[in-house]
């Protein structure tokens, strides 16, 4: 029987000892002051059974992981028709890239680059206030953890909104195309405070858990979207979660999987575990190096690659 448990604590003690961690994001202070030497790991897997080490319980800046549960939400909100204004294709170009909009007319390839996720923020943002749509997601991923330690830090969204430029550059030029149809100003706000998501591992990995399961929290038998629709987001993790990195993540984890820039993935094994990984330092892809690291040995000790 695997013994989970001391798998991940070998890891974790592999991962304190790895020379090459990678470089932290500098682009705001509160991302470039993090410790590089932190590293943490949950796993919960399928019958709720949790196991956890290293800096496992401490919150980060989840980023670009929160893009997951952006779609989650338009989805639920608008339907198929997320569809008409955002691409299913890996871009093949960094995250915050701009040049395919001009030839693709506005429509970003996929809801996990930036361009695509400030999309899905025109989306949730609708008729409402933007605060109403921040509240929103905030309430669904505590729903989703099942526990309402999860805040969005509010420095972290002023600083994105500080240092914005590239952020706001797509906003208006997808707004040329018609494809954001609301106050762009609104709507970054909506963006950057997604971004700002603060949680650790173990919460990650629990507000995940529905993507393991068929749509369903497993703990209360709940559903938060159709086994089909989970089996769909969990096909744009694997094919578009990591970016212009997101074949190499294929080639070498094999799972669906979810980034971010403050060093944060979320992986899914489809029926076994969620699976949330944390270490600042980023590949020149911007992907967590030693998460990255640590994943691909939990799958090959665990034989849970999808493939
Ligand atoms: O919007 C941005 O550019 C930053 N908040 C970074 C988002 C992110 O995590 C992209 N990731 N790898």
């Known amino acids: 029987m695997t013994d989970l448990s001391a798998i991940i604590a070998d890891i974790v003690a592999e991962m304190a000892d790895a020379p090459e961690r990678g470089k932290v994001a500098d682009y705001i202070p509160p991302l470039a002051t ?25 919150p980060f800046s989840i980023q670009s992981v929160a893009k997951v549960f952006g779609l989650t ?9 997320v569809w008409k204004r955002v691409g299913r294709e890996p871009s093949g170009t960094a995250f915050n890239s701009i040049v395919q909009l001009e030839t693709e ?6 809801p996990f680059i930036n361009a695509g996720a400030i999309v899905i923020a025109d989306i949730l943002l609708g008729r ?16 989703l953890a099942g526990e309402d330690g999860i805040y969005i830090d509010d420095g972290v969204a002023a600083d994105e909104q500080r240092t914005g430029f590239r952020n706001k550059a797509l ?44 749509g369903r929290n497993p703990e209360t038998g709940h559903s938060i979207v159709s086994a089909n629709r989970a089996r ?39 029926g076994k575990a969620s699976i949330a ?23 090959q000790r665990t034989g849970w690659s999808v493939f």
Not at 128 to 143: G, H
């Open 128 to 143: 409402r206030q933007p605060s109403e749509a921040i509240a929103e997601t905030l309430r669904f991923v505590r729903a």
């Open 277 to 299: 990984v944390w270490s600042p330092g980023l590949n020149e892809r911007g992907n967590s190096q030693l998460g990255t690291l640590a994943l691909e040995r939990l799958v």
């Open 34 to 58: 993090v410790d590089p030497m932190k590293f943490g790991i949950a796993v919960i897997e399928a019958d709720g059974t949790c196991h956890l080490a290293g800096d496992a319980d401490e």
């Open 73 to 81: 939400l338009a989805l639920g909100s608008v339907g198929d028709q």
């Open 232 to 270: 769909r987001i969990n096909a744009l993790m694997m094919t578009c979660g990591h970016y212009d990195g997101s074949g190499e993540f294929a080639f070498r984890v094999g799972l669906p999987g979810k980034s971010g820039v403050g060093g944060g993935i979320l992986a899914v094994a489809p």
């Open 171 to 214: 906003a208006n030029y997808m707004r040329a195309f018609d494809n954001i149809v609301h106050d762009v100003d609104q709507v970054l706000g909506v963006y950057f405070h997604q971004c700002a998501l603060a949680m650790s591992c173990r919460q990650l990995a629990l507000t995940g858990r529905y993507l393991m399961s068929g």
């Open 105 to 110: 007319r506005g429509i970003p390839r996929n």
